[in-house]
């Protein structure tokens, strides 16, 4: 398993800052990528106001915990150097026309989708798990789509929006929504199935290429994994590394499972997506088994003891025990940043606050 994640620049007083050209040029001189691995290394996004790492591939849950941590750090380094810092925060609270990369196909998505690709300066959490065949990751994506929105309840961690509240947990997945291909995807059944809806999602010419096919989770395009996309970016690094915990679980799960149960429909899944949007871990969820509202807490415990003997097996089962109580107990990024807002912490106070978050060493 594997985690990227993408992070804002700000300057030291909090406003995102366009200079990922100059970090990623410090970033190059610093780097020696292994060819043979990937992850790693610091890239770009697609605003010049954000950049994105990458871990290696982990087995071992613990060595990832450390890696997300160094990788932040690095990452941190580098901005500082080009006089930003880097905050994990899903949205900016600070008002901001953000710029595209440099880059042909960036600039070509800028041009085709408006302001749907304007408003995009927002930052997601992205794990990956191996996959032996396509047939077993369109199983495990089949198996994912009633979990997904309750990864993102655990991450929500943007409730700001250009200056102001949104009224949501999450709101980076309402601005991410916008794409069209975004968001829940109906069930494929088999590798087939997958490959005839991105073929045919081509031919519609609505998208450029399949790097544009942004289901809440994917085939990746350039290594042998799932790719799950639903998540913010995650404030505190011990809850990245839950993400890809639970993912793995989850996935291991699916790949046991004799008898899949029935596939739920895509436009109720959209319903609980939102409802994860709306409330994060603030208030009720839809329940993956009984589809049915239930407090956060009841059917986060419901994934975990539904991926329990995958977790158990791979060891990592006391630890996701103890991480999830953690969030639980303080909070997702979301109710983090509402109660700092409480305490009276304005846009750069809040900012300030993420971005020690964001290279805390606990």
Known sequence: MGVEEEFLLV?????????????????ALDEAPAPSEPGGVLEKEFKREQVETSTHPRADLGELVDEIRAGRLRASG???LAGAEIAAL?????AVESTVVPDRRAQEIRARFGMTARDQLTCGCHVHVEIADDEEGVRILDHL??????????????????GGHSGYASYRSQVWGRWPTAGPAGAFGD???????????????????DGMVYFDARLSARYPTVE?????????????????????GLAETAVRERT??????????????????HTGLSGDLVSPSTGLPAPAADVVAE??????????????????????????????????QQSWRAEGADDDEVVRRAVARTVSPH
Do not use: K, M
């Open 11 to 27: 300057t030291p007083d909090g406003r995102p800052t366009a200079v990922s050209p100059a970090v990623l040029w410090h970033a």
């Open 78 to 80: 580098f901005a500082q």
């Open 90 to 94: 899903g949205t900016a609270p600070h």
């Open 145 to 162: 789509r009633r979990w997904n929105p309750v990864l993102l309840a655990l991450s929500a961690n943007s409730p700001a929006w250009q």
């Open 191 to 209: 590798a087939a199935g997958y490959r005839q809806v991105i073929d045919e999602l081509l031919a519609s010419g609505t998208i450029l290429d």
């Open 228 to 248: 799950v996309r639903v998540a913010d970016v995650c404030l505190d690094a011990a809850d990245a590394a839950l993400q890809a915990a639970l993912v793995r």
């Open 260 to 277: 899949p149960p029935p596939q739920p429909r895509t436009e109720l899944l959209r319903a609980a997506t939102w409802q994860a949007a």
């Open 303 to 336: 994934l975990v003891r539904h991926a329990e003997a995958a977790l158990a097996e791979a060891g990592d089962l006391e630890w996701v025990q103890r991480q999830v109580a953690n969030v639980l107990r303080r909070g997702n990024g979301a109710i983090q």
